[in-house]
T-cell receptor, first 110, second 112 residues
Framework: GQQLNQSPQSMFIQEGEDVSMNCTSSSIFNTWLWYKQEPGEGPVLLIALYKAGELTSNGRLTAQFGITRKDSFLNISASIPSDVGIYFCAGTPAGNMLTFGGGTRLMVKP | DVKVTQSSRYLVKRTGEKVFLECVQDMDHENMFWYRQDPGLGLRLIYFSYDVKMKEKGDIPEGYSVSREKKERFSLILESASTNQTSMYLC???????????FGQGTRLTVV
C-alpha cells in the first residue's frame, strides 16, 4: 500500500529545543493521525485531525491538517528526555484504511 | 479509554508450528487490523476486517490467515511459522466514521 512521506527520518536534539516533523501525500486525505511509539510498545495516538486547516494541541504537542489536505505537521515544544521515541503519521485517503509514514526517530540529549 | 489487548507480549515458536495471535477491543469498533513492523520497513498491513466474519487481504497476507467470529476479537493465524515471520505484530481497531485508530501493546514473535 501507499506510504506517506515522513521527514525527517531521525532527529537528535538538545533538551529544551523545539521539534518539527511533517508528512506529505500525493493524494488527498480525510484524516491525519499522529502516534508515538516507545521501544517494545504499540503506537499511542497523540493527536487526530479531521478538517483541512485544523490546528490541535495536546500539551506541548501541536499538529495541523494542511489546507491542501495532502500534508500535516507535528511540533513538539521545549522537548524533554521522555519525548524520545518514534513518531508516526497516519492518514485515511478514503474509507477506513490507514496509510502510515515511515516514522521519525527522536532522540533528546539531556 | 479505548483498550486494545493482545494476548501475548512475547512469543517464541518453532518453525512449522501453527501460531495464534489474539486481539480483543472493548469499544465496539467495526474495523480491526493486523500489522507487522520490521526495522526499515515500517508498518505493513497483513489483513483487516470491517465486520464480523468479513476479512480483506492487506499488503502482505501470504503465510497468514485471520478469523473474526465476534466483533470484539480478531485473530491472526500463522499456519506454519517460518523464521521470516519473526517480527513485531500490532493489532489496531477503528470505528467507522473516523475518530482515530487505537493499537494494542504489540506481540514480539520469534520463530526459531
Amino acid at each position: 500500500g501507499q506510504q506517506l512521506n515522513q521527514s525527517p527520518q531521525s532527529m537528535f536534539i538538545q533538551e529544551g529545543e523545539d521539534v518539527s516533523m511533517n508528512c506529505t501525500s500525493s493524494s488527498i486525505f480525510n484524516t491525519w493521525l499522529w502516534y508515538k511509539q516507545e521501544p517494545g510498545e504499540g503506537p499511542v495516538l497523540l493527536i487526530a485531525l479531521y478538517k483541512a486547516g485544523e490546528l490541535t494541541s495536546n500539551g506541548r504537542l501541536t499538529a495541523q491538517f494542511g489546507i491542501t489536505r495532502k500534508d500535516s505537521f507535528l511540533n513538539i515544544s521545549a522537548s524533554i528526555p521522555s519525548d524520545v521515541g518514534i513518531y508516526f503519521c497516519a492518514g485515511t485517503p478514503a474509507g477506513n484504511m490507514l496509510t502510515f509514514g515511515g516514522g521519525t526517530r527522536l532522540m533528546v540529549k539531556p | 479509554d479505548v483498550k486494545v489487548t493482545q494476548s501475548s507480549r512475547y512469543l517464541v515458536k518453532r518453525t512449522g508450528e501453527k501460531v495464534f495471535l489474539e486481539c480483543v477491543q472493548d469499544m465496539d469498533h467495526e474495523n480491526m487490523f493486523w500489522y507487522r513492523q520490521d526495522p526499515g520497513l515500517g508498518l505493513r498491513l497483513i489483513y483487516f476486517s470491517y465486520d464480523v466474519k468479513m476479512k480483506e487481504k492487506g499488503d502482505i497476507p501470504e503465510g497468514y490467515s485471520v478469523s473474526r467470529e465476534k466483533k470484539e476479537r480478531f485473530s491472526l493465524i500463522l499456519e506454519s511459522a517460518s523464521t521470516n515471520q519473526t517480527s513485531m505484530y500490532l493489532c489496531a481497531s477503528r470505528p467507522d466514521r473516523g475518530r482515530g485508530a487505537f493499537f494494542g501493546q504489540g506481540t514480539r514473535l520469534t520463530v526459531v
